[in-house]
Nanobody, 117 residues
C-alpha cells in the first residue's frame, strides 16, 4: 500500500520560514523523482521544486534562492525548506513521486501553508 504522510505546514508571518516533510512508504523510494507542487485558490497546481533519484534539483523561478528541496533515501523522505516566505506562497503544498519509465506517479494529501500577518 502506497502512502505519503506530509507534515510541516501551518501559518507563518511574512519573512518567516517553514520546513515541509513527506514520508513515503510502499514504493522503492530511491528510484523515484520527488517533487513539491502547490495550488493556490483559483489557480492551477504548479511545480515548486523537484529532485531526481540522483539528486539533481530544479526550482520554479518564483522560489529560487528561497526554497531548498532535499531527500533522504535511507528514511524515504523528501523535504522542502522554505525561507523568506511571502503571502504569494500561500497554497496547499503536495508531495509528488514519479517514475517515468514505469508511468508511475503518486500524490500526497496536501498540507496547507498560509503566509499572513
Amino acid at each position: 500500500q502506497v502512502q505519503f504522510v506530509e507534515s510541516g505546514g501551518g501559518l507563518v508571518q511574512p519573512g518567516g520560514s517553514l520546513r515541509l516533510s513527506c514520508a513515503a512508504s510502499g514504493i522503492i523510494f530511491s528510484i523515484y523523482a520527488m517533487g513539491w507542487y502547490r495550488q493556490a485558490p483559483g489557480k492551477q497546481r504548479e511545480l515548486v521544486a523537484s529532485i531526481t533519484s540522483s539528486g539533481s534539483t530544479n526550482y520554479a523561478d518564483s522560489v529560487k534562492g528561497r526554497f531548498t528541496i532535499s531527500r533522504d533515501n535511507a528514511k524515504n523522505t523528501v523535504s522542502l525548506e522554505m525561507n523568506s516566505l511571502n503571502p504569494e506562497d500561500t497554497a496547499v503544498y503536495y508531495c509528488n513521486a514519479a517514475y517515468i519509465a514505469m508511468r508511475s506517479e503518486y500524490w500526497g494529501q496536501g498540507t496547507q501553508v498560509t503566509v499572513s500577518s
